[in-house]
């Protein structure tokens, strides 16, 4: 649902600050807490919140430990998404807390250089346009709903799913994406698959995968 602080598909930037982070994916319709207290993301949140209010959050590959070819960190998945600032608050330790609301995702064309410390990069939004509109009104959740129960059920995970109750369709399914621990490359799986119905598919089908993972392990354990 559109507001006065949703963007619309011109309004978004052709650069963002990037914010890479393994296991930590945000999707269109999820949301990021974050604890930011490194200087050069410092610098980054209080660049961000004086423009656009945007973070572009990607994660490093696998081989992030092997520094990028011209030296400024990991080298990067080629997909991410955009979050907006929604929430802030600063601590007497000099740390930002902050939340992100996944906005659009966006391929990075290139990185370009930015003088202080964090990584900036041009980025293209046309995969994703979708993410801006209201999609599938009629998208059914029942299925994934029942598996994430029993995946957070057989790996004892806490979840207010009364919390949940409230949710569109779409925000529960990227809210779920968003949250549950899965691999880096299961999360990166969610943020690159385009459709939301395949991204249902997907989200239900590693659920399933885990929660017989987990059974598997007990009864060898046993």
């Known amino acids: 649902m559109r507001n ?10 052709s ?22 207290f490194e200087d050069r993301y410092l610098s980054m949140i ?30 990067l998945y080629a997909t991410g998404c955009a979050g907006r600032i929604v929430s802030f608050s600063e601590t007497r330790d000099d740390r930002y807390l902050i939340i992100l609301a996944g906005v659009c995702r966006f391929d990075i064309k290139e990185e370009i250089e930015c003088a202080k410390g964090y990584r900036r990069a041009e980025v293209v939004w046309d995969r994703f346009s979708d993410d801006l509109g ?11 709903i029942e598996s994430a129960r029993k995946y957070t059920e057989q790996r004892k995970l806490s979840v207010d799913w009364s919390a949940l109750d409230h949710l569109e369709p779409r925000e529960l399914v990227d809210t779920l994406a968003c949250s549950l621990p899965f691999s880096p490359q299961d999360k990166q799986g969610l943020v690159e698959t385009v459709v939301i119905g395949d991204r249902v598919q997907l989200l ?5 995968f885990g929660a017989v993972e987990v059974n598997e392990g007990s009864s060898v354990a046993h």
């Open 204 to 208: 239900t089908a590693l659920c399933e």
């Open 134 to 144: 209201d999609g599938d009104t009629d998208l059914d959740a029942s299925d994934l």
């Open 46 to 75: 209080n660049d961000a919140l004086s423009n656009s209010r945007l973070v572009g959050m990607v994660q490093p590959k696998n081989d992030a430990d092997k520094t990028h070819d011209e030296g400024n960190g990991p080298e």
């Open 15 to 36: 650069s963002l600050p990037i914010f890479p982070l393994s296991g930590a994916v945000l999707l269109p319709n999820g949301q990021l807490p974050l604890n930011i």
């Open 4 to 13: 006065r602080f949703t963007f619309s598909f011109s309004e978004l930037p």
